[in-house]
């Protein structure tokens, strides 16, 4: 196989599955995980953690990761701006998760809120990667502002349900040129698989893996998944057929 890497902001990664830190029971298991799971990024909700005491979440996660600030919880595009600019400085890199939420109960993003704030952030260094809805005509618009990737939803954050409109995530992926990462939604391993089949370039979850009974477990379960869905894509799948197709050839059969 030849060489496929994720490219985000200039840096390339192996690995196209990004995994969240929160909601596990300590840092041994988020350590534990975020190895099985074989992720090269690793998202940090600043508002929500202290990066910087000794014995903190940042000893948890394994030294080659690299470390993509998010801000979670921020309702507004100046407080999405504000944290951006403390996870710059307490990660030392301009990767940025730009999360404005809209609706307390869903999470769904504040899309247009998400956009102001995206246009200014580039502006001032950021590599971007904004969480968004599946809609494509935004898509383009954080593309147009200078988005390194964008982060549809697959279904509500937490919720496990899948990706639950494909169609929407394959019109997407074919008006946009950066990176398209699921960000939400991903239950088990066929959700993580199905993305990638799809074409879409990564995928990042947490509650996924975290919530899982064997959280380890579910995190290698979700690096094969994967693996196995981006060489899906790649290869090619077969064209659907309505009726059977004899899978050896009929004719100059032995009498």
Same mark, same amino acid.
């Given at each position: ?15 196209? &599955? ?96 998400? &956009? ?21 005509? #935004? ?64 995928? &990042? #979850? ?15 379960? #979700? ?33």
């Amino acid at each position: 196989m030849t060489e496929d890497p994720l490219v985000l902001g200039g840096r390339s990664f192996h690995s196209r &599955l990004l995994i969240g830190t929160g909601k596990f029971k300590d840092f041994d298991e988020t350590r534990a995980a975020i190895e099985a799971s074989g992720a090269e990024i690793v998202t940090v909700a600043i508002r929500r953690v202290d990066l910087s005491q000794k014995g903190s979440l940042r000893d948890a996660i394994p030294k080659h990761c690299a470390l993509l600030p998010n801000t979670a919880g921020c309702y507004t595009v100046d407080e999405a701006i504000r944290t951006a600019h403390l996870g710059r400085e307490l990660c030392n890199t301009p990767l940025v998760k730009l999360e404005v939420i809209g609706d307390e109960k869903t999470l769904f993003p504040d899309t247009a809120a998400t &956009l102001a704030a995206a246009e200014r952030l580039v502006k001032e260094g950021f590599v971007v990667l904004p969480y968004t809805n599946d809609d494509p005509v #935004m898509a383009k618009k954080l593309e147009a502002v200078g988005c390194a990737a964008v982060m549809p939803l697959g279904a509500p954050i937490g919720s496990g349900l899948g990706i639950r409109n494909p169609y929407n995530l394959k019109i997407l992926l074919e008006g946009v040129k950066v990176p398209v990462i699921v960000d939400a939604g991903v239950g088990a391993a066929s959700d993580a698989a199905i993305a990638l089949e799809l074409g879409c370039d990564a995928v &990042l #979850m947490n509650t996924g893996v975290a919530a899982a009974k064997h959280p380890v477990q579910m995190a290698h379960a #979700m690096r094969l998944a994967v693996e196995a869905g981006r060489q899906s894509f790649l290869a090619g799948r077969m064209a659907k057929r309505l009726y059977a197709h004899a899978s050896s050839p009929t004719d100059n059969l032995i009498a």
